[in-house]
């Protein structure tokens, strides 16, 4: 079925550094990607939509300026928390929806703590 | 505005029970409504996604019914296995052609040994 390959799985960095976190669609193209970010016993919160070859659209209180998001293939999209602070800590999830049926598949996270 | 509830937030059973894990949601114009598991710190397995015209989708041990109309889903285990223990999600798609997965909070579900 269709993967979607998501890393780091897990990153500790120091306030005001950046991190990367990579998703890649492995055996389909995916044109849309969905960025969540869960903090802990919440629910999922769609962050923003990334479409390959054109600009995201960010969820209304998002800083597009610090949650920088790029699409850079139809199998790769990337979400850059940019000068993090220990607010940023939480679990970041990607989403594509599935080339055959309905339905989406995740990627396995990835747990950012800042300190 | 979309908002998803799903109760209880979390549930206790002994091993061999069958249970039922609510989700309701406000918005009845839904694309299509889907069930994950989450493991702690892991991320999201799909179980059922019922479309909007259907009533009930079954896999396994698994069974999700949809009544769109009261805007309620409910997620039905069957001889519940210590395996099972995790976080079950409710997600609704709505938000037209270009739909949004509204997640509710969960429900932690423990099956004890």
């Known amino acids: 079925g269709a993967v979607v390959s998501q890393h780091p799985s897990r990153v500790i960095c120091k306030s005001g550094t950046s991190v990367k976190i990579e998703c890649r669609s492995l055996?389909?193209?995916?044109?849309?990607m969905f960025w969540y970010r869960q903090f802990p016993k919440q629910s999922l919160m769609l962050m923003a939509t990334s479409n390959e070859g054109s600009k995201a659209t960010y969820e209304q209180g998002v800083e597009k300026d610090k949650f920088l998001i790029n699409h850079a293939s139809l199998t790769l999209s990337t979400l850059t928390v940019t000068s993090a602070h220990p607010e940023d800590s939480s679990f970041y999830i990607c989403s594509a929806p599935q080339p055959v049926r309905d339905g989406y598949t995740f990627g396995s996270g990835t747990r950012l703590t800042v300190v | 505005k979309q908002e998803v509830t799903q109760i209880p937030a979390a549930l206790s059973v002994p091993e061999g029970e069958n249970l039922v894990l609510n989700c309701s949601f406000t918005?009845?114009?839904?694309?299509?409504l889907q069930w994950f598991r989450q493991d702690p710190g892991k991320g999201l397995t799909s179980l059922l996604l019922?479309?909007?015209?259907?009533r009930e989708q079954t896999s396994g041990r698994l069974n999700a019914s949809l009544d769109k109309s009261s805007g309620r889903s409910t997620l039905y285990i069957a001889a519940s296995q210590p395996g099972d223990s995790a976080t079950y999600l409710c997600?609704?798609?709505?938000?037209?052609?270009?739909?949004?997965?509204?997640f509710g909070k969960g429900t932690l579900l423990t099956v004890n040994p």
């Open positions: 055996d389909f193209q995916a044109t849309t």
């Open positions: 918005d009845s114009a839904i694309y299509n």
């Open positions: 997600a609704v798609a709505s938000g037209g052609s270009n739909y949004k997965l509204t």
């Open positions: 019922i479309q909007s015209s259907q």
